[in-house]
Nanobody, 123 residues
Framework: VQLQASGGGLVQAGGSLRLSCAAS????????VGWFRQAPGKEREFVAG????????TYPDSVKGRFTISRDRAKNTVYLQMSSLKPEDTAVYYC?????????????????WGQGTLVTVSS
């Protein structure tokens, strides 16, 4: 599975962005998908996960209520809607697919990774 993340850019604090993660090569409709981010000098951080069906989602407290993950299984695409963005959300965002059906927060669960898309939030 090849993953292509897109939708990053420059946005002011308080603004919104929607990231997309499109799969090619084969479907990932039976796989859990996660979004992670990595800011300069920091470790990679889990920001959202969604189960194979889309019925179950997971968020850390740092983004809960501001970020929403969703998927369109027919389009083989997962989205991350980000709102009320803060400067501390600035990072490269990666999508990743797991071999499991339900998402976890540990990056070691994820075996397919996209190339990342940069999100910059200005104050």
């Amino acid at each position: 599975v090849q993953l292509q993340a897109s939708g990053g850019g420059l946005v002011q604090a308080g603004g919104s962005l929607r990231l997309s993660c499109a799969a090619s090569g084969r479907t990932f409709s039976n796989n859990a998908v996660g979004w992670f981010r990595q800011a300069p000098g920091k470790e990679r951080e889990f920001v959202a996960g969604i189960s194979w069906s889309g019925a179950s989602t997971t968020y850390p407290d740092s983004v809960k209520g501001r970020f929403t993950i969703s998927r369109d299984r027919a389009k083989n695409t997962v989205y991350l809607q980000m709102s009320s963005l803060k400067p501390e959300d600035t990072a490269v965002y990666y999508c990743a697919a797991s071999r499991r059906s339900y998402s976890g927060t540990d990056s070691s669960q994820y075996v397919y990774w996209g190339q990342g898309t940069l999100v910059t939030v200005s104050s």
